[in-house]
């Protein structure tokens, strides 16, 4: 079992930069591959960014794509999306979620997430 609880959301100018946290419980955090997925109102629930159980490989959205940047810190159980140059287009709750060994194939896909936080706000304003 993990819990996940989010960070770092706020309201904030086109431009500006944010870094949302994403903190877990439970030992096996190591084994998680992690993901940050993002819902505007009156939309799907869509990937942004995914990072291996090792950190040693992410993958990016196309829209967020040198822009964003996903990390962990496995000795403090915690995944950073690190987001700048916001845009207007970014708001949106952002959500991380976990899944042990995910498959990179599988990162995008929201279905293939077991455990989800609550999620946090992001605003950008124009």
């Known amino acids: 079992q993990v819990q996940l609880v989010e960070s770092g959301g706020g309201l904030v100018q086109a431009g500006d930069a944010l870094r949302l946290s994403c903190a877990a419980s439970?030992?096996?955090?190591?084994?998680?591959?992690m993901g940050w997925f993002r819902q505007a109102p009156g939309k799907e629930r869509e990937f942004v960014a995914a990072?291996?159980?090792?950190?040693?490989?992410?993958y990016y959205a196309d829209s967020v794509k040198g822009r964003f940047t996903i990390s962990r810190d496995n000795a403090k159980n915690t995944v950073y999306l690190q987001m700048n140059s916001l845009k207007p287009e970014d708001t949106a709750v952002y959500y991380c979620?976990?899944?042990?060994?995910?498959?990179?194939?599988?990162?995008?896909?929201?279905?293939?997430?077991?455990?989800w936080g609550q999620g946090t706000q992001v605003t950008v304003s124009s």
């Open positions: 439970g030992r096996t955090f190591n084994n998680y591959s």
């Open positions: 990072i291996s159980w090792s950190g040693g490989n992410t």
């Open positions: 979620a976990a899944n042990p060994w995910l498959l990179i194939s599988k990162w995008v896909d929201p279905n293939e997430y077991r455990y």
